[in-house]
């Protein structure tokens, strides 16, 4: 693992190695995040992964369900990202099972992934997709989960903050890239720092805006930047009827 992370975050860490398996037939097909993505750019519309979570370290706390949630956001939403994270979001393995049960959509499993464990738990409760972080993982850690997701068919996003985390991430050519505006670290949101490295990252590689975006005007200006999806969180689970608002369908009701 990389050096010098906060305790909250080595917590977690140490939590996700001693977290079991979960070993059970995939009851779903896979579904391509990456397809559905390129296909909305193709006629500009915005691409958005709504967030599901319980709370997060920031303070959010939040009392809808994931059933009431998933039949609002479904309807606009690319995908569905759903925090499986026990100790600080509250998230379970049990909650991506029942999305996996509603939904046709893809659906990003959203944790601090360290082992193959649980990219494999991932795919056997119905997951797409998984992310892997770039600022927790080494060079070494980040390609041997890539290659391991991979094989399995899943589709990966590579996320990163700072530039580093970026030259890091390059190493294996991903398709998806992450830019996350929150620094885990600190739990500050810098727009200003995702428009930088954003900007840095290769034209033919998807590029997902995370964390910050609350407004239709900011989703524009980033697509005008070279994003192509937004997983947007703590704005769609306190209000998620935002997300017509965000894909332009405002007579909505």
């Not at 994270?85 to 099972?97: H, R, T």
Request: proline residues 3%; charged residues 25%; glycine residues 6%.
């Amino acid at each position: 693992m990389s050096a010098n992370l906060v305790d909250w975050i080595n917590r977690v860490i140490e939590h996700n190695l001693r977290r079991p398996a979960i070993r059970m037939e995939r009851l779903r097909p896979l579904h391509s995040l990456s397809k559905n993505i390129e296909m909305l750019n193709a006629v500009r519309k915005p691409a958005i992964i709504a967030e599901y979570k319980r709370k997060s370290p920031s303070g959010l706390t939040s009392n809808i369900s994931l059933y009431d949630y998933i039949n609002i956001v479904k309807w606009g939403a690319t995908g569905i990202s759903i925090l499986t994270e026990e100790l600080f979001f509250g998230g379970s393995y049990k909650d991506l099972i029942s999305a996996a049960s509603m939904l046709s959509l893809p659906i990003l499993m959203k944790d601090f992934i360290v082992c193959e464990k649980q990219v494999e738990t991932a795919y056997n409760i119905g997951a797409d997709a998984i992310l892997l972080i770039s600022t927790i993982l080494t060079e070494k850690e980040l390609e041997k989960l890539y290659e391991y997701a991979k094989n399995l068919g899943l589709e990966v996003i590579v996320e990163v903050h700072e530039e580093s985390d970026l030259e890091k991430a390059l190493t294996l050519e991903p398709r998806i890239i992450g830019i996350n505006s929150r620094n885990l670290k600190t739990l500050e949101v810098s727009i200003d720092k995702a428009r930088r490295v954003l900007g840095k990252v290769p034209r033919k590689s998807i590029k997902i805006v995370e964390s910050g975006i609350k407004t239709l005007e900011e989703i524009q200006e980033f697509m005008k930047r070279g994003a192509n999806a937004f997983l947007i969180g703590t704005t769609l689970i306190t209000n998620p009827l935002k997300i017509f608002e965000f894909i332009g369908d405002l007579n909505y009701s």
